[in-house]
């Protein structure tokens, strides 16, 4: 797998020194973190780390409470056009009155007060985003009788639509069986060795995601570390964010983190939860 | 059955024919948004408020009709202050339903006219609508149109995933309180046509209808307000055509709107999915 990393230009996403917290609880501190065109990142760690406010920060949903963040050259702002958004998995109601080329569409147009229709322009985009990500062939159905993986497709669509530099997706696997992981990964990866859309993706599946990430942010109570997987997902690095020891076993390819006295089958997703309260 | 077109010529069958057509319209429009945003609750409390306003308008101005519409602005109020996280809004609306009933019933027992000005917010009564009143239903309605159409994408947006709208741009907060507040107007003026207790049937039941024939949000609206005026005016024009039965209007409304949610189910069921060449195969 050819890099498709571009590190000549500025980074896409440049976080320094950046800490934020919420009441009294750090969430995080003092993160350094330059994520390049074309990167694939991934946001690890236990529930309650962090992962999905550090993509808030990002969309300008969230302050930070010291240092500094940057998306794109610029302060993040609600609405941005350079940031696409996939949020955790919520799966429409069957009954919602929404076909998937209209989701898709909001993503272009649905912050626009005045006619309550699509310009022609956002159509014809709509409909070359959604051939784009291979959703074709239902996007004319009512999104809510759609397959979790179907519509995640279709949420892609959507966020793609403002042709972002950035694309955070939080969760964007859960629920979905192996082919449709491997599914929404490869388009993912599509996207950014096509366009140079950098990925930041918060996730709990470690082993779906080896093949495609370029580097791993791993958060725990209040630290961090980044690097490559090899880098961070060691036993050593991860004894040392946890502060407690933390085995990390390679079995047939696949990464298992065991620790905290809880059993593999439990932990090997994202390392020791009840640590993390 | 030419009783009915007899009737027409007169002028409080004409107001009436056009307050349940203004009714209708707006009432059409708001409802696909009630259906997609699950606020089934919040029209039913409102409806049932509206009755509480219209007791103390009466009481206190002898009109029930401005009594509602300023009690209506005041109930979405408190329906958007004391349910502000997601989960907390039905529970507000029943909270804030359980007393204000409670203060109608209490209004009612120092009311002294005719006892038909109560039932008539109850049960609805086109009849007795003045040219002033289909006025204010006209005007009412125009706003609740522009309002509606010019919000119409962001407020899609915001109903069908909020976390994306917000993080898009979209002033989520707003449009909700803004959207309340045009069903609140919405429903008291039905609850004229209706009454209270028969509101959902103009407020939900069309949208409910529609969605079983299109899933096109443009469309979906404009079935919507097609079953809504349908309803409606059929009804009242049936209540013309039964005059000597003495069944009122509201009744018809809402018989009219259940038949057509029945034959939108049937015609679903027997109409082969649509829209959906290859299932599933791609993902």
């Not at chain 1, 569409?105 to 070359?128: I, M, T, Y």
């Not at chain 1, 964007?172 to 082919?179: E, F, H, I, Q, V």
């Not at chain 2, 040219?131 to 309605?141: F, H, I, K, R, S």
Request: hydrophobic share 50%; charged share 15%.
């Amino acid at each position: 797998m050819t890099s498709v990393i571009d590190t000549e230009t500025a980074p896409l996403v440049d976080f320094r020194g950046a800490t934020l917290s919420i009441g009294d609880r750090t969430l995080w501190a003092g993160l350094d973190l330059s994520i390049a065109r074309g990167e694939f990142v991934a946001i690890l760690g236990p529930n309650g780390a962090g992962k999905t406010t550090l993509l808030k920060a990002l969309l300008g949903l969230m302050r930070l409470s010291a240092g500094s963040v940057t998306v794109a050259g610029k302060h993040p702002s609600r609405g941005s056009a350079d940031v696409g958004y996939v949020p955790q998995q919520k799966i429409f109601d069957p009954d919602l009155g929404l076909r998937g080329r209209d989701l898709v569409a909001l993503g272009a147009d649905g912050h626009r007060f005045g006619v309550p229709w699509s310009k022609r322009a956002v159509r014809q985009a709509a409909d070359e985003v959604i051939q784009a990500v291979g959703a074709h062939a239902y996007a004319d159905a009512p999104i809510g009788k759609l397959s979790g993986g179907e519509q995640q497709r279709l949420r892609i669509a959507q966020a793609l639509m403002s042709d972002p530099q950035v694309l955070l997706c939080d969760e964007p696997l859960t629920s979905l069986d192996l082919r449709h992981q491997e599914g929404v990964l490869d388009l993912l990866d599509r996207r950014r060795r096509d366009c140079g859309t950098a990925i930041v993706m918060v996730t709990h599946e470690i082993n779906p995601i080896l093949p495609f990430v370029d580097r791993i942010v791993y958060l725990v109570g209040g630290k961090w570390a980044v690097g490559t997987p090899d880098e961070v997902l060691t036993t050593e690095r991860l004894s040392q964010l946890y502060g407690s020891p933390v085995d990390v076993l390679r079995v047939r390819g696949r990464v298992i983190v065991v620790g905290g006295g809880e059993s593999p089958e439990l932990s090997h997703h994202c390392g020791p939860e009840t640590l993390s309260a | 059955m030419s009783d009915m077109w007899l009737m027409l010529h007169y002028s409080f069958a004409q107001h009436a024919l056009l307050a349940a057509t203004l009714i209708a319209l707006t009432c059409g429009l708001v409802a696909p948004f009630v259906v997609m945003r699950d606020m089934a609750f919040a029209v039913h409390g409102t409806a049932e408020l509206s009755f509480t306003s219209a007791v103390a308008g009466l009481l206190i101005a002898g009109d029930a009709v401005r009594g509602a519409l300023v009690g209506s602005l005041v109930i979405a109020t408190a329906f958007a202050l004391l349910g502000r996280r997601p989960r907390e809004g039905n529970t507000a609306i029943g909270v804030v339903l359980a007393f204000g009933l409670g203060l109608g019933v209490f209004l009612l027992s120092f009311y002294n006219g005719f006892a038909s000005a109560a039932t008539n917010i109850l049960f609805g009564s086109l009849v007795t609508a003045s040219t002033g009143d289909v006025l204010v239903l006209g005007g009412l309605a125009l706003i609740v149109v522009v309002v509606m159409v010019v919000i119409f994408r962001p407020l899609l947006f915001a109903s069908v995933d909020s976390a994306v709208a917000s993080a898009r741009g979209v002033p989520v907060n707003a449009l909700s309180l803004v959207f309340l507040v045009l069903l609140a107007l919405t429903v008291t003026e039905a609850a004229q046509v209706v009454g209270t207790l028969l509101v959902l049937s103009l407020a939900i039941t069309p949208a409910a209808s529609a969605r079983r024939w299109t899933a096109d949000p443009l469309k979906f609206v404009a079935v919507s307000v097609a079953f809504a005026l349908i309803a409606a005016d059929g009804g009242f024009l049936l209540s013309l055509a039964l005059s000597d039965t003495d069944i009122k209007a509201s009744v018809l409304i809402a018989f009219v709107s259940f038949a057509i949610y029945l034959v939108s189910v049937v015609a679903e069921r027997l109409r082969p999915e649509t829209g959906r060449q290859v299932s599933g195969a791609v993902a």
